[in-house]
T-cell receptor
Framework: ETGVTQTPRHLVMGMTNKKSLKCEQHLGHNAMYWYKQSAKKPLELMFVYSLEERVENNSVPSRFSPECPNSSHLFLHLHTLQPEDSALYLC????????????FGPGTRLLVL | AQSVAQPEDQVNVAEGNPLTVKCTYSVSGNPYLFWYVQYPNRGLQFLLKYITGDNLVKGSYGFEAEFNKSQTSFHLKKPSALVSDSALYFCAVRDTSGTYKYIFGTGTRLKVLA
């Protein structure tokens, strides 16, 4: 349960704000992921990092900017977001990018006003 | 294009009764199939997976799923539901083309009634 942690758990921001989401994994994994979860829609894969290198950018708008300083930490920097960006943002990790099982954090519930 | 369908938004079942949560998929090669569960205010938790081998896969908390290649289905089952099983269940298929993508269904909310 505490293998992947995310902070903050809840965030309210205005469209002109800049904020960052943080994810940390304590599992010794080499791959990390950002997903967006909106109501009644499938989880959307946003970014994949493998050994701190971005290997997937799934057509995500530039107002979302990921950063992976090391294999244990992943950030999602947010700026000039839109109300439709309000969602649950989930971080996940896996042993490597080819591993079958991903381990998810609890998510950050984001509301953009 | 690869896809996953969960045809039911919600499934209601009485406690003690068997439950089934449906999932069908479409992939171009051999599928890797998964079930995850999400409890309120929590992230997704891995339940079980099918990669190869026996079509009946057993997972956590007494859940199992049956891979049916001819029907392209991977339904989640449990012989006797518990109130604590109430949660959101996601089926996912792993892209086997060499990328890293999971393709998730829209989720099915399971409500077990006491």
């Amino acid at each position: 349960e505490t293998g992947v942690t995310q902070t903050p758990r809840h965030l309210v921001m205005g469209m002109t704000n800049k904020k960052s989401l943080k994810c940390e994994q304590h599992l010794g994994h080499n791959a990390m992921y950002w997903y967006k979860q909106s109501a009644k829609k499938p989880l959307e894969l946003m970014f994949v990092y493998s050994l701190e290198e971005r290997v997937e950018n799934n057509s995500v708008p530039s107002r979302f900017s990921p950063e992976c300083p090391n294999s244990s930490h992943l950030f999602l920097h947010l700026h000039t977001l839109q109300p439709e960006d309000s969602a649950l943002y989930l971080c996940a990790s896996s042993q490597d990018s080819g591993a079958e099982t991903q381990y998810f954090g609890p998510g950050t519930r984001l509301l953009v006003l | 294009a690869q896809s996953v369908a969960q045809p039911e938004d919600q499934v209601n079942v009485a406690e003690g009764n068997p439950l089934t949560v449906k999932c069908t998929y479409s992939v171009s090669g051999n599928p890797y199939l998964f079930w995850y569960v999400q409890y309120p205010n929590r992230g997704l938790q891995f339940l079980l997976k099918y990669i190869t081998g026996d079509n009946l896969v057993k997972g956590s908390y007494g859940f199992e799923a049956e891979f049916n290649k001819s029907q392209t289905s991977f339904h989640l089952k449990k012989p006797s539901a518990l109130v604590s099983d109430s949660a959101l269940y996601f089926c996912a298929v792993r892209d086997t083309s060499g990328t890293y993508k999971y393709i998730f269904g829209t989720g099915t909310r399971l409500k077990v009634l006491a």
